[in-house]
C-alpha cells in the first residue's frame, strides 16, 4: 500500500476576521443654482477644443483657432469698410442660442427650450478642388462625433442636447466656408451638479497587494494590511478533475 506522506494542507481561517464597516453611501447629489445657456456654451467649447487637426494623431494641433460667443463678429468684418473688429484666426467656431423660450407652467416655470447654433467656418484657399471639396462634411461628421461622445460629461448638456440641423450656407465667399450645426437643448436653471456620478465606496486591495504599499491619494484612512487570506493560501495551480 502507498501512503502519502505529504498530507494536503488546508487554509484555516482566523478565530476573529477583522470587519470594516462599510461606510454610508451618499446619494443625494448637491445640486448648485447656475446659468444654464453659460455651461452649456462652455461645454461645447471644451469639446470643441479637443477637436485635433490630425484625427489620426491625437496630440496635434487643435483644428479651430477661435472659438468664440457669436454676437454677428463675422458678418461685421466681411462689410464693415473699417474693421474695428479684434483679430480672428480661421478655421473658427461661433456659437450663439436662438429661440430660447421658458415654459411658464407652475409646476415648470425654470425650465426651457432653445437650439443652439454652431456656425463652424473654414478657410481653404482650393475648396473646390475634389480631393478637398467635401471637408467642410468631414468636419461635421467629427465635430458630431466629438459632441456625441462627451455631452455625458457636462450636466448642462445631459438633459436634452440633440442633433437637429445641418446647412451650408452659400452667401460668404473669398474662402471662407460656412456651415451650421443646430442642436435642439432642454435645460433647467437648476441644472449642474457640484459631484456629478460621484460616489463613495469602499475596496479592499486583493491579497496580491496590501494597504501599506498605496501611497496617500489611495489609502487616505491609513488601513493595515489583510492577515487572511494570505498569498500562498490562495494562489497555485489545480488539476481540472480537481
Given amino acids: 500500500m502507498i501512503i502519502d506522506k505529504h498530507k494536503p494542507t488546508h487554509p ?7 470587519v470594516v464597516p462599510e461606510p454610508e453611501i451618499d446619494e443625494v447629489q448637491e445640486v448648485v443654482e447656475t446659468n444654464p445657456m453659460i455651461e452649456a456654451y462652455k461645454a461645447v467649447r471644451k469639446i470643441l477644443e479637443s477637436i ?8 496635434s494641433p ?33 456659437i450663439h442660442f436662438i429661440n430660447i423660450y421658458y415654459n411658464v407652467g407652475t409646476s415648470s416655470i425654470a425650465e426651457g427650450k432653445g437650439t443652439m447654433r454652431i456656425h463652424y467656418v473654414l478657410n481653404r484657399l482650393n475648396n473646390s478642388d475634389d480631393e478637398v471639396e467635401c471637408e467642410g462634411m468631414e468636419v461635421y461628421k467629427r465635430i458630431v462625433s466629438a459632441i456625441e461622445a462627451q455631452k455625458a460629461n457636462f450636466p448642462a448638456l ?18 471662407l466656408q460656412p456651415y451650421w450645426i443646430d442642436y435642439q437643448i432642454w435645460f433647467q436653471d437648476f441644472t449642474s451638479y457640484a459631484y456629478k456620478n460621484y460616489q463613495d465606496v469602499y475596496v479592499t ?4 497587494t496590501q494597504p501599506s504599499d498605496q501611497n496617500e491619494i489611495a489609502n487616505p484612512d491609513h488601513l493595515p494590511n489583510h492577515e487572511y487570506p494570505k498569498f ?3 494562489a ?7
Fill in 52 to 59: 485635433p487637426k490630425d484625427p489620426k494623431n491625437p496630440k
Fill in 205 to 208: 486591495v486583493p491579497p496580491f
Fill in 12 to 18: 484555516t481561517e482566523p478565530e476573529e476576521v477583522p
Fill in 158 to 175: 445631459v438633459s436634452r442636447f440633440q442633433l437637429e440641423y445641418w446647412d451650408q450656407p452659400l452667401t460668404f465667399d473669398d474662402a
Fill in 62 to 94: 487643435r483644428l479651430f483657432k477661435t472659438i468664440k460667443l457669436g454676437n454677428g463678429q463675422l458678418n461685421r468684418i466681411k462689410y464693415n469698410t473699417h474693421n474695428k473688429e479684434y483679430g480672428l484666426v480661421f478655421p473658427a467656431v461661433f
Fill in 232 to 234: 500562498e493560501d490562495i
Fill in 236 to 242: 497555485g495551480f489545480k488539476d481540472k478533475k480537481e
